[in-house]
């Protein structure tokens, strides 16, 4: 089974009514990844305040396309660590800034960060990818 983007991920698929419908810009072969994303309020953990998995989940893709950027192909995380600054809004516009660190044959290190847009750091995140290919896929089981 070949890996697939079915248009499908919580993050950036566009076919996915529930998900964040998130456009990652790659610059420069994945030196960088800029997301800009405005979560609903259906995504609150308390009452108007973002729920950390969100930001979490926003981190992981940044970081997860400086890889894809960078090896050109899929590419997933192996080791993601966030750290939470301030607590995040819900309906207000985030940005999402990642940047390269490393580069190994088969890593890629790289930190990222979300902030409003008057530049206050709401989380950093710091993460590892790897390239994948076919065997990464899962299998269905046989009967």
Not at 133 to 142: D, G, K, R
């Amino acid at each position: 089974m070949a890996i697939e983007n079915n248009d499908n991920c919580f993050v950036c698929g566009m076919k996915n009514p529930f998900g964040l419908q998130v456009k990652p810009e790659i610059i420069d072969g994945g030196a960088f990844v800029r997301i800009e994303c405005t979560p609903d309020e259906h995504l609150q953990g308390w009452a108007n305040i973002l729920h950390g998995g969100i930001l979490s989940t926003l981190l992981d893709e940044a970081i997860t396309y400086v890889g894809i950027g960078t090896f050109d192909q899929p590419a997933v995380t192996a080791q993601l660590e966030v750290r939470f600054r301030k607590p995040s809004p819900t309906c207000v516009k985030l940005h999402v800034c990642a940047q390269r660190i490393k580069v190994s044959k088969r890593l890629v290190e790289a930190k990222a960060e979300v902030t409003l847009s008057d530049g206050t750091l709401i989380a950093t995140g710091t993460g590892k990818v790897v390239p994948v290919n076919e065997s990464f896929a899962p299998h269905s089981p046989t009967s």
